[in-house]
């Protein structure tokens, strides 16, 4: 059910808040056993709801969100064993507007480790499942978000993405997956991976509540110092689409072409033009992510020593402080968090900074000026948002490299602080595909009202 | 990428590897090391790093002092172990 279907039947009286509440509620125990998707469940809030007014934008929400986001007096875990028993000490700003705005929680979603992952096989507390195929991954890292929404846990939730990590997961579980443009909505309560990517946003069943919910969290924030609240109101009445022609090669399944190429005739043949564009520097764009992503990752873990926020394993039998960080982080950290800070730390060393971090940063910059470039020609750019169906649990865990491969379409608008949203756009095998939109930096609107028309054309 | 390297490098980033995650790191690590060679065949001369995006300005403000109770501080600061409200640690030296 819709934010604004629940909003409707909440108004004609049809059910009470309570009692949408508890349906909600008894899906989650119904399903959760065998999705995985919840880590915390919070059933006391049938006994919150009664403050709720009618005129708020978010009336009668209910929310699932990642648990790398702050709710106060809840417990926090970013999906990893070093923060098991960390309890939050204050809501996100995210949160906090949520509240103020009428949305209320039902539980935390499960990912992977600290965002780390494409497959939520990472998560310390076990793999959630993708509830369309339970032998499938739901995505990740925000695959628990996903799943919840997609198993009608609950109405909307709140995702991150660094890579591509709200967009993939929702692709891979028919939904509705937005990453606002880098800076417009704070990240103060929202556990760190790599800073210059790092974005949240909706996961949703529909356009219209994507962008509902983005209305509500976006804004500046001093507590997160480059968020702005920049944004264009600008939407022109004829549309541009332009399809690069780099997304269509190398790693693409047919049954993700066959799909999107389908979508994009029937796009063609509505009132947007459709026009072939190039971005030559795609092909550089996953590597270049690798290394800055890897970078930032080992500066942000590196306050996670065991003696703060939470567990404890060396203590009491650590030698010295230098012991203690060993095992502490050694125990608390899985495979994946530790490769990546392993590689960041090799990255950042004297005499690779250069060859890698710098080099990276320019390719960036190149990468931004493909867009830029694009843009010049068309309004919004129209790409495949994975490269394949939902895999099988197992699949390619044991492989990282083919794991990371999994956000070549999506690292892109992160490189760039794109906004970008994925929609459902067609099946194959019974499984969903999703099409990813992107615009302009700040032009959510546009990216917004073409969605919501694409959405019309695919249904 | 040998394993002396890795343990090097996992040592500097304060994290114990067991045996099995020393063995496999070598090669995992190289997997994606030789993925992001690809990155040299760009020619980056006189092109500036994208460190930050421009349209977005540091929010600065003044640093205030704050009164908080011990209870609230030690919650903010995640403490764990403590001993007559200070955080205990292993020794140091």
Known sequence: ?459 | MHKKEIERLAFFARIKLDREELNNAPQEIQSILHYIQKLSDVDTEGVDPLFHFPELENITREDTAETVDRETQKRMMGMGKDKDDYLRVESIL
């Open chain 1, 1 to 459: 059910m819709t934010i604004k279907e629940t909003q409707e039947k909440l108004k004609r009286k049809e059910i009470s808040h309570r009692e949408m509440v508890s349906s909600f509620l008894s899906r989650i125990k119904e399903r959760n056993e065998k999705t995985n998707s919840l880590l915390s469940v919070f059933e006391d809030v049938i006994d919150k709801e009664s403050s709720v007014k009618e005129d708020l934008p978010l009336y009668g929400a209910v929310f699932v969100v990642k648990d790398n986001i702050l709710i106060k007096d809840e417990r926090c875990t970013s999906g990893s064993k070093i923060l098991e028993h960390y309890v939050a000490p204050f809501d996100a700003t995210v949160i906090e507007k949520i509240k103020e705005g009428g949305g209320v929680f039902v539980g935390k979603g499960n990912m992977d480790e600290f965002a780390m992952g494409s497959s939520t096989e990472n998560s310390a507390f076990g793999p959630a499942r993708n509830p369309l195929d339970l032998e499938r991954v739901p995505g990740g890292s925000s695959g628990g978000p996903a799943a919840a929404v997609s198993d009608g846990m609950c109405n909307v939730a709140l995702g991150s993405d660094t890579g591509g990590s709200i967009r993939q997961p929702s692709a891979f579980c028919g939904v509705v997956g937005f990453k606002p443009t880098y800076g417009t909505v704070s990240r103060s309560g929202v556990i760190a991976m790599a800073s210059s990517f790092d974005q949240v946003g909706p996961i949703a069943k529909n356009v219209e509540d994507a962008e509902l919910v983005f209305k509500v969290i976006h804004g500046k924030d001093v507590l997160d110092s480059v968020t702005s609240d920049l944004v264009s109101k600008v939407v022109k009445k004829k549309i541009r689409v332009g399809v690069p022609k780099e997304y269509f090669v190398e790693g693409i399944s047919k049954d993700i072409k066959e799909t999107i190429e389908g979508a994009i005739s029937k796009v063609d043949a509505s009132e947007f033009e459709v026009v072939e564009i190039s971005l030559p520097h795609t092909e550089y764009a996953l590597p270049a992510y690798e290394i800055i992503m890897a970078s930032e990752v080992s500066a942000n873990m590196a306050r996670y020593d065991g003696i703060r926020y939470g567990l404890e394993f060396g203590r009491p039998a650590a030698k010295s402080i230098q012991d203690a960080y060993l095992k502490n982080r050694g125990e608390g950290f899985g495979k994946e968090v530790k490769r990546r800070v392993i590689l960041g730390t090799y990255a950042l060393s004297a005499g690779y900074y250069d060859a890698y971090y710098v080099k990276a940063q320019k390719i960036r910059a190149l990468i931004a000026e493909d867009f830029k470039k694009a843009f010049a020609k068309v309004d919004v750019i129209l790409t495949p948002t994975t490269p394949t169906l939902p895999f099988k649990i197992g699949e390619k865990i044991e492989d990282p490299l083919s794991m990371h491969l999994s956000d070549i379409f999506t690292v892109t608008a992160n490189l760039a602080g794109l906004p970008a949203i994925t929609l459902p756009c067609g099946e194959k095998k019974g499984l969903p595909v999703g099409a990813q939109i992107l615009a302009k930096r700040f032009h959510e609107d546009t990216l917004f009202a073409v969605a919501k028309k694409c959405e019309k054309i695919w249904k």
